[in-house]
């Protein structure tokens, strides 16, 4: 069970990475620090955005508009901590 536990320790700790880079990423192309027009990092962005969106869109839906600020990110970071705790409380 421990081996388990960790596994999703390790799921939930990848993702939450993914999602902190996702909005650096999405940050750096808005104020035009990265090109996006780099096959690279318009992969590197396609792929985050493919992993990332799904989840913040019905978060994004619920949230007011706060004037161009997006903090679905740290809403959904914040729920992936919860959710982990209360699973690796019963699994342990």
């Known amino acids: ?7 999703i320790d390790a799921v939930f700790t990848i993702y939450i990475w993914l ?3 996702a909005a650096l ?3 750096l192309s808005a104020f035009n620090v990265i090109n996006v027009r780099n096959k690279y990092v ?3 962005l396609s792929f ?5 969106d799904p989840p913040l ?12 600020i997006d ?5 959904l970071i914040l729920a992936l ?3 982990r705790d209360i699973i690796l409380d019963n699994i342990r």
């Open 1 to 7: 069970m421990n081996a388990f536990a960790n596994l």
């Open 48 to 52: 985050l955005f493919r992993i990332t």
């Open 19 to 21: 999602l902190i880079a």
């Open 81 to 83: 901590y919860f959710l």
């Open 25 to 27: 990423l999405s940050w």
């Open 57 to 68: 869109r019905p978060i994004r839906r619920i949230l007011p508009n706060l004037g161009g």
């Open 42 to 44: 318009f992969a590197a």
């Open 71 to 75: 903090i679905s990110p740290v809403i």
